[in-house]
C-alpha cells in the first residue's frame, strides 16, 4: 500500500510538472506531453535525489551528470518533430530519461553513452521498463552510428564546440539535428539543424548550459 501511494505521489507531480512547466511556456505537440506523463522521471534519478525530480531544475545522476530539467527535455524532444515512423538517435543517454521520452514517440530509438557507469545504468532502468525498442552502446557519441544511420532526428544531450559533421552527415533529407554549442565556461545556444534536398538550414533557438561533450569532440 505504501508504495502503491508513493507513485500515485509521483504520478501527479508528473501531471503538474507537465502543466506547469511545459504547457505554460508553450509545449504544444501532443506527443510530446503524452510522453512527459508517462515516463517515471523519478526512477532514472538516484533515490538520494528523487524528491526533486520533477521541480523545474537539472538533477544529478551521478558521475558529475544531471537530467535536464523537464523543459528543456521537452523543448529538444519537440523541435525534432518525430512521429512513431521516425528513427532517432541520441547522443549522451545519461540516466536514460531521455531516451524514454524519445521511444515514446518514436520508432526506434539509437542512444550512445560515453561513462560505463551510467551506460549501465541506463540499460538497467529502460529494460526495468520495458523499453524494448531501444539500443544502446557505449562509446563516442561524437562518432554517431553509421551503421544505422540515415536518422529522421539526432539530439545531442552534451555541448560541443562546434556542429559535428559526423552527426550532419548522418541525417536523412529532412532530419533534424538539435544540440547545445558553445564552450564550458562561455556562451551555449542551442541550435536546431535541418537537412534539405540542397543542403543545411540552421537556426539558433535560445541559450542554454549543458556539460561539455567529451571524446572527438575536443580534438
Not at 35 to 41: E, G, K, L, Q, Y
Not at 64 to 70: A, D, F, R
Not at 92 to 117: F, H, K, M, N
Amino acid at each position: 500500500m505504501a508504495d502503491r501511494t508513493k507513485e500515485e505521489k509521483y504520478a501527479l507531480l508528473r501531471s503538474r510538472m507537465v502543466d506547469e512547466q511545459l504547457v505554460r511556456r508553450g509545449i504544444s505537440d501532443p506527443g510530446v506531453l503524452a510522453a512527459m506523463r508517462a515516463v517515471p522521471r523519478h526512477l532514472f534519478i538516484p533515490e538520494k535525489y528523487r524528491a526533486d525530480a520533477y521541480r523545474d531544475s537539472p538533477v544529478p545522476i551521478g558521475s558529475g551528470q544531471t537530467i535536464s530539467q523537464p523543459y528543456i527535455v521537452a523543448s529538444m524532444t519537440e523541435e525534432l518533430a518525430l512521429d512513431h515512423a521516425s528513427t532517432v538517435l541520441e547522443i549522451g543517454t545519461g540516466c536514460g530519461y531521455q531516451t524514454a521520452v524519445l521511444a515514446e514517440i518514436a520508432g526506434r530509438v539509437y542512444s550512445i553513452e560515453r561513462l560505463p557507469d551510467l551506460h549501465e545504468l541506463a540499460c538497467a532502468t529502460l529494460g526495468l521498463l520495458r523499453y524494448d525498442r531501444v539500443n544502446l552502446r557505449l562509446g563516442d557519441g561524437y562518432r554517431g552510428w553509421a551503421e544505422e544511420a540515415p536518422f529522421d532526428g539526432i539530439i545531442v544531450t552534451a555541448a560541443a564546440p562546434r556542429i559535428p559533421e559526423r552527426l550532419t552527415g548522418q541525417l536523412s533529407v529532412g532530419g533534424r539535428l538539435i544540440l547545445p554549442v558553445g564552450s564550458e565556461f562561455g556562451r551555449q545556444e542551442l541550435v536546431l539543424i535541418e537537412r534539405t534536398a540542397t543542403g543545411l538550414v540552421e537556426k539558433v533557438l535560445y541559450e542554454v548550459r549543458f556539460v561539455p561533450m567529451q571524446g572527438d569532440s575536443q580534438a
